[in-house]
């Protein structure tokens, strides 16, 4: 088993620079030329395998085909040479794969194989036939359950390693944890990385999947924000308000309403910019470095506001500021979101009834360095300090954020196999939204970064698909990026 | 047709004093006396009857069995001698009866022919089957939509007049306007009324019903309060948010939210207390009358207020009074409540989204003398000051309060029809439920007053019902009520 090398060393170098026209011109060694000639000659093959596993369904929702998709992962893994187990829970295994070669670095893959339901009814085609439709904006694409998140990349990642081997070889030792409960929270998931945080040993981690945008623009994430879900519940009873059922409104006239409350507490929580009140929310938030203000400095020349603007058709944003600033703001600021909330009649028409309870569904998205626990404490002290005792919290979920630095080793060589191949990403050094990624960045201490060629659309939505042209530069990006990262010329 | 009488002769009486003990002991004239021998010996065919008529569905949100009804409505009329025509919306016909004998005092009688929906899943017998079952707590039942709200009472009043036909006179002549859309709001009454105000001419008005309690006690309501029903509806885009649908929450770290702009809101209505802070919400709301405040006084010493606390299963009340005061509070002071609310992801679990509307359902009880425009424009004037000009209210939906002064002649002569069938009233000056009786009081200027004997349970719900005993209570109230409104001794 190889050894990690110390920290340090994967993250002393300088920040990435601009590509250099030398550079963007760099052709691929011959050796990765056979690996590209083998993609193209056995295409049509590779496209059959990612179809292959779209047709198996791995709904863990509705626990259905897991198994078996475990097993076929199982099957990838042992087909390049590697050893793979089942471990966590035994409905949903997690596959650990091994491939070592004795090769000086170490890469660990992680990846998942379950998909959402499928249950929407203007699927054009059957969510698990995997039907190869020409459309007018993305040439030849793959529909199916799964196609861009994530089944898609996984069967293709298989299909490049299967030709490095055929036409060179895999140039690192590999090691693969491949969990099917992603869409659930991956509830066993850091505990199983916990227990084997020797075996995982590694370089870095990579999360190889379609990122590219459908309009072809490649970006980066170096980090994900954390996160906090929980519903606050208000009852009668207690405090006063009817205690097991709606009542008839009349009641209204000298029985207090669960309702009333609800909004009395969630108005304390924020103020009408929608900045949090809660007493010392704050207090750990951190401004970016100075590597990470000099990419929003980047990012702010390329990045389109009126384009977010656009696709969530809001008239502004809610900070009065642009560019740079409002990345910031964007970024490293955390924020209390209302996912949802309810109470009473909610149907068409009217009902008179005074609500028996209100239920508010919150989620907090968690800036470094912010900790979950910390801030689940203030909320609750919170709660007491403006005197609403009988508000409950329920199904709390929580998992922090995670950031490599843009100096990363792995950032670097990512960037580079984008460059080798005509793109230049946009770097982000946080993403908005949040991934279990901690598990890595924080639990294994690993650099950890998110990305690959390719395309698709209709994540968690009706006619998901990937594209097929996206499926052939997402194997040579893997390639490229492979020999980058074993730092063969 | 009769002339009415002028107004000040209705209402100039002194307020009803306390039962003497003879009147308690007062028989009915032998006139009454073979009326009732009649409705006891034919009571198996009354049951018949009123069987027939609920085995009829007519559940006017579904559109079912609406003409049938109408036509059997039309059809008791005649029965007993008068005429009936259709009136208002064709689909829904009022049903305008006229039974006109020449006698010196008109009576009008106010009646609904259509139900609520019986969808319930857990019914003992079919709905529409008006199965008599025997029961542990109120002996023989029918079991029927429809059976206590208010088709069991409706059938109930013309055995009744009928056996009072057959055996002895109807000594005053009657109007009826019996509708087919009380359920849905009663959308075509008032202006059905407002057309017809001659021939709709009076002395009094009455809505004849199974008026008493599961636990046999007789109440009155001299009046009810008004209502105005609303959605506020709080949508993304013109101020910010997302405009069209839910986006994904990572986007709430720059994108305004509609929920919060909807709890901000909300919570700018009322104060902890529910204290209605709407400029000048209370202006006009005027305190008991001298002769409402002795009607509280007699009230809060029979009243039991931890009844309410027990039904409602609330700890307190939301004023810290008791007796007449809280009663007076529970009266006569408005309401402003939240029926329902609801944005975002309500489902089980959690959903990553930023809403893109928000919705709450309000209803505001008016008192006297609220004006309902007037309370509409100060609630928009509230919405401009407070600067959420997106804010839209939709499906606005009104009626006034109405009051019957205790003065009034018909009061008496209701109070006095209890006592000689051994019944004491407990006289509230005011519901805190609203009905649109101010069609009556208001437009067309008729004292009017909802009562009888008999019970029943289980109005808009599964297994409905009302008891056999108490419909032969309320068939000999009817007699006694009509004679004691003749004036006849």
């Known amino acids: 088993m190889p050894e990690n090398k110390p920290n340090e060393e994967r993250v002393l170098l300088p920040a990435p620079k601009e590509p250099e026209k030398a550079k963007e011109a760099a052709k691929v060694p011959e050796r990765i030329e056979k690996v590209f000639a083998g993609i193209d000659k056995n295409f049509t093959k590779h496209i059959a395998k990612v179809q292959e596993f779209l047709k198996q369904s791995s709904v863990s929702a509705e626990k259905e085909g897991i198994i078996e998709t475990a097993l076929m992962v199982k099957g990838m893994i042992e087909s390049i040479g590697g050893k793979a187990t089942f471990h966590g829970s035994d409905d949903f295994p997690i596959v650990f794969g091994q491939l070592d070669l004795g090769k000086p670095k170490t890469l660990l893959i992680y990846g998942m194989y379950d998909v959402q339901p499928a249950d929407e009814k203007t699927w054009k085609s059957p969510p698990f036939s995997a039907e190869i439709r020409e459309t007018s904006q993305h040439g030849k694409c793959i529909f199916a359950r799964g196609a861009v998140n994530s089944k898609g990349s996984l069967a293709s990642l298989f299909n490049a390693l299967k030709e490095m081997k055929a036409n060179d070889d895999i140039p690192v030792n590999l090691k693969f944890t491949i969990e099917g409960e992603e869409e659930l929270g991956s509830p066993h998931f850091a505990a199983f990385?916990?227990?084997?945080?020797?075996?995982?040993?590694?370089?870095?981690?990579?999360?190889?999947?379609?990122?590219?945008?459908?309009?072809?623009?490649?970006?980066?994430?170096?980090?994900?924000?954390?996160?906090?879900?929980?519903?606050?519940?208000?009852?009668?009873?207690?405090?006063?308000?009817?205690?097991?059922?709606?009542?008839?409104?009349?009641?209204?006239?000298?029985?207090?309403?669960?309702?009333?409350r609800m909004v009395q507490f969630l108005s304390t929580l924020v103020d009408k910019k929608e900045k949090v009140l809660i007493d010392g929310f704050y207090d750990n938030v951190i401004p970016p470095?100075?590597?990470?203000?000099?990419?929003?400095?980047?990012?702010?020349?390329?990045?389109?506001?009126?384009?977010?603007?656009?696709?969530?058709?809001?008239?502004?944003?809610?900070?009065?500021?642009?560019?740079?600033?409002?990345?910031?703001?964007?970024?490293?600021?955390?924020t209390l979101n209302i996912t949802g909330v309810s109470s009473g009649y909610t149907g068409p028409g009217q009902k008179s009834v005074l609500p028996s309870k209100a239920r508010a569904k919150m989620e907090i998205r968690l800036v470094p360095n912010q900790k979950h626990e910390e801030i689940l404490e203030k909320f609750r002290k919170h709660?007491?300090?403006?005197?609403?005792?009988?508000?409950?919290?329920?199904?709390?979920f929580a998992y922090p954020w995670s950031k490599t630095p843009v100096s990363s080793r792995i950032v670097h060589e990512m960037i580079d196999a984008y460059r080798i191949l005509g793109r230049e990403p946009e770097i982000w050094p946080l993403g908005a939204w949040s991934a279990p990624y901690y598990v890595f960045s924080n639990l294994l201490n690993l650099p950890f970064v998110r990305g690959g060629l390719g395309s698709g659309d209709g994540e968690h939505s009706a006619n998901e698909f990937c594209t097929i042209e996206g499926i052939k530069d997402f194997e040579k990006f893997v390639v490229v990026f492979l020999n980058e990262f074993a730092g063969k010329k």
């Open 193 to 260: 990385v916990e227990k084997h945080k020797e075996e995982l040993r590694a370089d870095a981690c990579v999360d190889f999947d379609f990122a590219q945008d459908t309009d072809q623009k490649v970006t980066m994430q170096l980090g994900v924000k954390g996160i906090i879900t929980f519903d606050i519940v208000c009852k009668g009873g207690r405090v006063g308000g009817p205690a097991e059922k709606e009542v008839h409104s009349s009641d209204s006239a000298w029985i207090s309403s669960p309702a009333w």
């Open 289 to 334: 470095s100075k590597e990470d203000m000099e990419l929003l400095d980047k990012l702010a020349k390329t990045f389109d506001e009126n384009m977010i603007l656009r696709e969530v058709k809001s008239l502004r944003f809610k900070y009065d500021s642009h560019g740079a600033d409002l990345l910031q703001k964007y970024l490293y600021l955390p």
């Open 383 to 396: 709660i007491a300090k403006h005197g609403f005792d009988e508000i409950e919290m329920e199904d709390i």
